[in-house]
């Protein structure tokens, strides 16, 4: 079975884009199965820039793009991104792209509260993109959601408003705010209905068989391990598991259908929002690797935190999600300093660990423990063979690839697709 799984092994902007895009253009299908319009995803073909935050990767090139039921559907959002992506020639038809007809939706009533929130927890917040994420999976899990199929029963749909209402109506009454405007939101979801209604279906069944036609399937993770809700830096984290297993009940296949899991690794450590970072750098170094690496975000353009790279969180991240092989990504970025450092274990109240222990507190604590490597003078960007590589930046890959505990599948070096250094192809393994 020829199945991929990506996952990002971090705090999320590994440069997945980049690795999706590369195995779209071999995949049959590309699925995303969890997440929403939080992601942001960039790609860059031929020069051309292509910036997605919830259509799968795949749609650019053409290949069976699926939104899974364990992503939240902003219908507005993902209007105008189709609207944005077709002017950019890129077409979007029923034919190359489905979304779960049972996946909830992000409604205008979820932002607000993200926002509230947000705003009135000041220096506790935990800096989400706003975009309403968690209130909406909250509504998910609490029975409820509207759902994509509900749009296709709208005049029934007064009493899943009523409980829904009656549950914002209160946590709004809280913040000073009014109640919801049913009648304005009913009049919405009418309007986009159609839109969307046009690529609804089962998705687990066109899955069952796009899999038994013996497809290709890549499953696009978003965020990364350390956002994940459960084994997360919690509470800094996004509200859905990020993990590789996720990819089975965010799309309704089995788990024996993620095959190769593909940990997308910065070569570096980056983290944007709020929560424990170990490695974060306040120095000229941390500013050079965020102007190096244009380390700004796709879907809030906030600055990222940077850092040296962690390989205690990316051997954490690796174990739980069951990580093949990664792509490590970023490297060009850290040409040029003297010495380059690897955290390979934290220092608490006298104690060595070799993990990120699960209390905030004890994250926030925790002190980073450096080994220092030689750094590279010479550019790897571009670089598309171990010969093109300086033996410094080699050494530090392996030297990753050591204390992961898992392999390198392929080492990234520019955002152009074929800047790549392929070990181990994902799809042949
Ligand atoms: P939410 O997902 O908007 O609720 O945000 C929760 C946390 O996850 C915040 O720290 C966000 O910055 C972070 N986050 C969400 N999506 C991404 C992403 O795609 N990349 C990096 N961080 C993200």
Redesign the pocket.
């Known amino acids: 079975m020829a199945n991929v799984t990506v996952i990002g092994a971090q ?3 590994e440069g997945k884009g980049k690795i999706v895009d590369w195995l779209a253009s071999r995949a049959d299908a590309v699925v995303r199965f969890q997440g929403g319009h ?3 995803h960039t790609l860059v073909i031929d020069g051309h820039v292509f910036k997605l935050s919830l259509l799968p990767s795949g749609i650019v090139s053409g290949t069976l793009s699926i939104i899974g039921n364990g992503v939240v559907l902003d219908p507005w959002a993902l209007k105008s991104e189709v609207e944005k992506l077709e002017g950019q020639g890129v077409s979007i038809t029923d034919d190359n792209f489905a979304i779960a007809d049972n996946c909830p939706l992000i409604l205008p009533m979820h932002r607000d509260l993200d926002g509230l929130r947000e705003a009135a927890a000041g220096k506790g917040k ?4 706003g ?1 309403g ?2 209130p909406a999976y909250e509504d998910k899990v609490g029975r409820r959601a509207i759902r994509v199929c509900d749009l296709a029963h709208l005049d029934t749909l007064d009493p899943q408003l009523d409980r829904l209402c009656a549950h914002h109506d209160a946590l709004r009454a809280g913040f000073d705010q009014p109640p919801v405007d049913r009648a304005a939101l009913l009049e919405e979801l009418r309007e986009i209905a159609p839109f969307v209604m046009r690529f609804a279906q089962p998705v687990w069944k066109r899955l069952k068989k796009v899999k038994r036609a013996g497809a290709k399937i890549l499953f696009e993770g ?2 990364g391990v350390l ?1 994940d809700v459960d084994h997360g830096t919690y509470p ?4 859905s598991n990020t993990v590789s297993g996720t990819a089975a009940s965010g799309s309704g296949l089995g788990p024996n259908s993620t095959g190769f899991v593909l940990g997308i690794v910065k070569a570096y450590t980056t983290r ?4 424990p970072f170990p490695t974060e750098l306040d120095d000229a170094d941390g500013q050079t690797l965020g102007e190096r690496g244009h380390e700004f975000g796709v ?1 809030t353009g906030r600055k990222r935190r940077c850092g040296w790279f962690d390989a205690v969180i990316v051997r954490q991240s690796c174990a739980i999600s069951g990580v093949t092989g990664i792509a490590l990504t970023k490297v060009d970025v850290l040409d040029g300093f003297e010495t380059v450092k690897i955290c390979t274990g934290y220092r608490l109240r006298g104690k060595v660990y070799d993990y990120l222990p699960a209390h905030a507190a004890d994250q926030a604590a925790v002190e980073p423990i450096y080994e220092e490597m030689e750094g590279w003078q010479q550019t790897t960007a571009g670089a598309r063979s171990w010969a093109d590589l300086p033996a410094n930046a080699i050494k530090y890959i392996q030297r990753v690839q050591e204390l992961i505990e898992t392999p390198v599948a392929l080492v990234s070096t520019s955002p152009e697709r074929d800047d790549t250094i392929l070990v181990r192809d994902p799809f042949m393994d």
């Open positions: 705090w999320g902007d939080n992601a942001g935990i800096g989400t993109t975009r994420i968690g978003a965020q956002l800094f984290v996004t509200s944007v929002g709020s929560g879907v």
